[in-house]
Every structure is written in C-alpha cells, then in structure tokens.
C-alpha cells in the first residue's frame, strides 16, 4: 500500500512484517553547474509539494488518469533528489521516462542483478541523479518533453512518459528475520484543467556531474520477496500548470549554486565505509547533458550554469542534508 503523508510517499506491507514500511520525498537542491567537474552532494532545500492525481483528474490528460499517482511541480531546469527513509531492507527501482535510471535500459517491473538495476535501503540514503560511472551521477533536471533533451528522448527517440515511477520490494521475512537475529545489523544501520494547449507532461534530462555511489546489493536478488511489489508514478507539472491545475501557487525557484556557494553554505559528502559501489551504465554516460544540448542546437545555454567553489565540503556519517532555504539565499 501507498500513501500519501505530508508531502511523503510511505510505502507500507503490514502483509509482510509490521516493519516492512518506508518514505520517500523528493528534495528541492541546487542545480549544479554542467561544466564537466564532480561537484560534492548539493543540500536538500525542502521536499517538493505532492497531490494526489485522482483529486484533479477531470483537469488532466487521460493518459495520467489512466496511471495515476500524484503529480509534483517542478520549474523548468530546476533540479531534485529522492530522499529515503528506511530500517526495514527494501530493493527500490527508479525509472524515468520508462528509461531506469540506474542502467539506462528500458523499464521492467521484475528486478535484474546482471547488471542490478535496483538500489537497496537503507544503506542507499538518497539518488540524486543517473547512474553514469561508478561514484558518479548527472543531476536530475526537468525538461519540457518534445524538445530532446530528457533521457527518454534520447535513449527512445520519442517524447511519451515523462515523469518517474518507483517500485518497491520488501526483503522476505524469513531473510529479515535471519538478518536481525544473527547480527541485530538493522539496529546499527542508520535510518537513513486537461491541459492540452500545453505540452502535456516534464520529464528529466541529465545535468551536472556529481559525487555519488550507488551501492551494490549485497543480500542478493533472493532476498527480496517480489510477490509483493508498490508503484507509483510521479507526474510532473511545470509552474503554470501546477497553477492551473492545482490553484496553489508553485513553490519559488531555488537559490542559484553561485548564490549559494557566496554565502559559504555547505555541501556534503558521504561516507559509506566499506559497502561496495556499483559499476555506472555506459549507456547513460554517453547521453548528451541539458547544457551540452543547448549548445549543439545553437539555443540558449542554460543561466547560472557558471563553475562555483563547493566549499565547505562536510563529511557526512549519517544521512542528514536538507537545510530550509532562507530568504536571504533566493
């Protein structure tokens, strides 16, 4: 089961165990500047407002009503991450576009260990972007569909899904149980208006490099029970159909990284100790950046994109980036 709680999907499988539950938010950050370099992880400036996509349905395009969900609004090339919080041992599948984010290949429901397209939590505290080369990710970025640039596009050659989907699987019981009673290791982890004058969906292109591992499974592709499975699908809305759709304005853009990076702010690092990263996609790592797109096609380059001193850099031990965003930093 899936709900929605105070802008949070909580997946929930009380038909598993009583524990088997997590959260998922999808952070407002920095887009990092596309200039080439691996910059440190950007902090989580407030989780974006999610809605049930039923409670506007007649507003909608039917495919969206067809998929459900809930729909999130993002400005055009603002950036995100997908914060997770989690004791209980879940496999989580992101894809965007039908595109998984973390192999490039085209999205299927079933997990796949060979290469493993999947993160597992809660030793995967947050995805902030596409799986390119091992400790190292492109930023999500929202980009309008129909124009070339999101993943979906340039891997499929046609503008259809948009959005993101998730699906969740929980470890089996018995492997769960196993696990806590021989090594108690769970207790040590840390908790980590049908719009059709408009272009009707967003998707995300990759950005900027950054800093990031996507940690290799090890328990194994059957650890997890996929009997039981959630989906869920993220619409995206850009700012004035969020307005039109929703009637609530949309949250203001987010500071620029050069804004940021002048008052001295923080950006973080994390320390997985000895947990093994996994290989990058070579698909992925040849798709074609927001910035670098621009340029090819002669449009104009993306504002704000100029290089930035990511200092501080703070060592995270633990799971903990998210600082509100004050006036004096928009």
């Not at 190292?136 to 340039?154: D, N």
């Not at 089996?172 to 004058?197: C, F, H, M, N, W």
């Not at 929703?246 to 804004?259: D, K, L, S």
Request: charge should be negative.
């Amino acid at each position: 089961m899936i709900f929605l709680d105070h802008d949070s999907l909580a997946f929930r499988f009380p038909e598993v165990h009583e524990a088997a539950n997590f959260t998922i938010q999808f952070q407002r950050t920095l887009r990092i500047p596309d200039d080439g370099r691996d910059y440190p992880l950007p902090p989580g400036l407030g989780a974006f407002p999610l809605r049930h996509l039923d409670d506007y349905a007649k507003r909608l395009p039917e495919s969206w009503r067809e998929r459900g969900g809930v729909v999130a609004p993002m400005h055009q090339s603002e950036a995100l991450w997908i914060k997770f919080s989690s004791q209980y041992p879940f496999a989580v599948k992101v894809g965007t576009g039908m595109i998984c984010a973390i192999t490039g290949d085209h999205w299927v429901r079933p997990l796949n260990c060979d290469p493993q397209d999947y993160m597992v939590l809660p030793k995967q505290p947050w995805l902030d972007g596409y799986c390119v080369e091992k400790g190292s990710i492109r930023q999500f970025i929202a980009m309008p569909l129909g124009k070339g640039y999101t993943v979906e596009e340039q891997l499929t050659g046609a503008a259809v899904h948009g959005g993101l989907q998730l699906v969740a699987y929980p470890m089996k019981v018995e492997r769960y149980e196993a696990l806590r009673t021989k090594q108690d290791k769970l207790k040590r982890l840390p908790a980590y208006g049908i719009l059709q004058s408009v272009p009707p969906d967003m998707g995300l292109a990759p950005g900027g490099r950054m800093k990031q591992d996507i940690y290799d499974d090890s328990h194994g592709l059957d650890a997890w029970d996929q009997r039981n499975s959630s989906r869920c699908f993220v619409s995206l809305l850009n700012s004035a159909q969020w307005m039109a759709v929703t009637g609530e304005p949309p949250p203001t853009e987010p500071p620029t990284a050069q804004t940021y990076s002048a008052h001295g702010m923080p950006w973080f690092d994390y320390y997985g100790g000895d947990l093994q990263a996994i290989a990058g996609s070579e698909k992925l790592n040849g798709l074609v950046s927001v910035s670098q797109h621009a340029l090819a096609r002669g449009e104009a380059l993306l504002p704000n994109n100029e290089s930035v001193t990511s200092q501080p850099v703070i060592t995270l031990g633990k799971p903990c980036r998210v600082r509100e965003c004050t006036d004096d930093l928009a």
